[in-house]
């Protein structure tokens, strides 16, 4: 029996992920691929490793102690992986960087390319997403994090933390009416169930209803432009918009923290050092903007 390394690295996908859906989107590679690939595998070992089930795929008992030991094997895998790393002095080679879109895309973009072009024999991977990819199974070599509660097990640092404020179009808030804004406006939200969440209670117009729904700041921000309603953004977004103003008042409040990570076995390595220390001097500079200090009434 030859089993496959590939079909071995699906099925730890699947069986975190619980779905073929989930695994493949986590590959990148398509559904019949991720299911040939686990019935392959259990045709190799001769067990069922999973229970289909109508809302996902479930271990079987087989299924689990395969599970742990693939798991040791991977662990030990990249355990490898990063102490090899951790010894290159290079400036080049794959560098894999993971970070929400909204830093990626209205904040540190200028700063991304001009790390690129100084350091041009370093490949640098950016994968925007607020999931929190693995440093430890090598998902990503570095990560910028929007979090309150850093892990313990990564090497990093508090790099700054961002204001949020309450805004809405100019044209909408003309349209409205200042006055009339806690009566008549509309807050735009997230995939909130509820019809009244908490953030809403806690807001400055606690008694208005969230009738429109975006999951993504970015959409909310385009939203907030064309005039949808009332959202709560993020000052070093919406500031750098001049037809956006804050509501009901120039307040702004204190939201996140942004932490810089990496696995400690990289931290010597030398293009994670020095991509480390460009996006510390990146939000340095960009303090004002995140502090929302930049704002102006117009």
Known sequence: MAMEWSDLKVFLAMADAGSVRAAAQKLDVSHSTVSRRVRALEQDLGVR???????GYRLTAEGRDVFQEVQEVEDKVHALERRV??????????????MPDILASTLLMQDIVSFTRKYPQIELDVVATYDALSLNNREADVAIRITNRP?????????TTYARANYAARSYVKKVGLSNLAEEAVWIGWDDLESHPDWVKNSAYPKLPTRHHLNNPLLQLSAVREGLGIAMLPCFMADQHPELQRVPDLRCEEAYQIWLFTHR????TSRVR?????????????????????????
């Open 85 to 98: 790393l951790g010894k290159d002095s290079k400036l080049s080679g794959p560098l894999k960087v993971t």
């Open 265 to 268: 076995d990289l931290r010597r």
């Open 151 to 159: 892990p313990g097990d990564l090497v990093g640092r508090k790099v």
């Open 49 to 55: 490793l999973f229970d289909r089930l109508a809302g």
């Open 274 to 298: 020095v991509f480390m220390a460009a996006m510390v001097e990146a939000f340095e500079r960009s303090k004002p903007l995140l502090q929302g200090q930049t704002y102006q009434p117009g």
